[in-house]
């Protein structure tokens, strides 16, 4: 029996300064031991636990939603990267990148332009394939169709003002956006939609402007009437009769006829094909067709 009471009262070697920073190995004493198996243990039953419950999970309902879930997302992110990846080619090759921006280009514009372009690109690979320095469709997509596309962008702009817009999307009359790009049919379903936004607004501006039990005075009808002429005036539309009923002393004889034109179906068709056939005049000559 050692002739200390305890083995930590027992003297400690002294302190050697050239291995003071190593690490002394220590024995294990049978507590530490014992506590780590009981840790060890306690890790592997939760572990045992945990793989249990996810087993179950995934055998539920909610387990193979979520599976299916997880599996869409993952594709979802390979497509993501595939067209991150496209995108950043297409960035680098003028001509692709044309052909990226005719794509949302109404088709009237779209296959004229599209149809040169790809004859070009035929042509400069054939040229590259006999061993010749040819650069046509990339000098076309560089100067020529941006060019076009800065035309057209200009050309839309003056037409899509902001009152233009801000109208169209209020009133939900989203189809005077593509205007050029209707067709008569359309135009005519545009017309009436059009007529009976005239039509309800110049009621409600009756009704703001004091009629009352449907009796319409000149002056609350000239009100509603000038009211009306500015917002066809930002649809870029000359309202009837204008000049005569926009002066100090108007011409009331003129007004219960220019209300007429401004509910009136038909007289926004006529408007609105002249308006679609001008605009989309001005797109073409901006594209050089």
């Known amino acids: ?7 930590w009262n027992e003297p400690r070697p002294a302190i050697d300064p050239a291995r003071f920073t190593e690490r002394r190995q220590e024995t294990e004493t049978d507590l530490q031991r014992a506590i780590r198996y009981y840790l060890e243990a306690d ?29 869409e997302a993952g594709q979802r992110e390979k497509l993501a990267q595939s067209i991150i990846s496209k995108r950043r080619a297409t960035e680098q090759d003028p001509v692709a990148r044309a052909f990226a921006t005719l794509k949302a280009l109404p ?8 149809r040169h372009l790809s004859f070009l690109r035929k042509k400069q ?14 000098r076309y997509a560089r100067g020529t169709l941006r060019k076009i596309f800065e035309r057209l962008d200009r050309t839309d702009g003056r037409w899509l003002t902001p009152g233009y817009r801000s109208l169209a999307g209020r009133e939900r009359l989203d189809d005077l956006l593509y205007l ?10 545009l017309a009436t939609m059009t007529a009976a936004m005239f039509s309800s607004t110049f009621e409600t501006l009756c009704d703001g402007f004091g009629a009352r039990d449907g009796e319409l005075t000149m002056d609350v009808m000239l009100k509603a009437y000038r009211m009306l002429a500015r917002i066809a005036l ?16 108007p011409d009331t004889e003129l007004l219960p006829g220019a209300i007429l034109r401004l509910t009136c179906a038909d007289w926004w068709k006529r408007k609105l094909w002249l308006l679609r056939c001008e605009w989309r005049e001005e797109q073409l000559r901006a594209a050089c067709l």
């Open 43 to 71: 890790k592997r039953a939760q572990e045992e636990q945990e793989a249990k419950e996810e087993a179950f999970f995934a055998q539920s309902a909610m387990g193979k939603k979520l599976m299916a879930s997880l599996e």
């Open 1 to 7: 029996m050692s002739e200390f009471a305890w083995s």
């Open 180 to 189: 050029p790009q209707l067709n008569k049919h359309q135009i005519q379903t």
């Open 234 to 249: 930002r649809l870029h539309i000359m309202p009837p009769h204008y000049e005569a009923l926009n002066k100090s002393e």
């Open 125 to 138: 690979e054939a040229d590259r394939q006999k061993g010749k320095k040819s650069w046509q469709a990339e």
């Open 107 to 114: 088709v009237y514009l779209r296959e004229p332009l599209s």
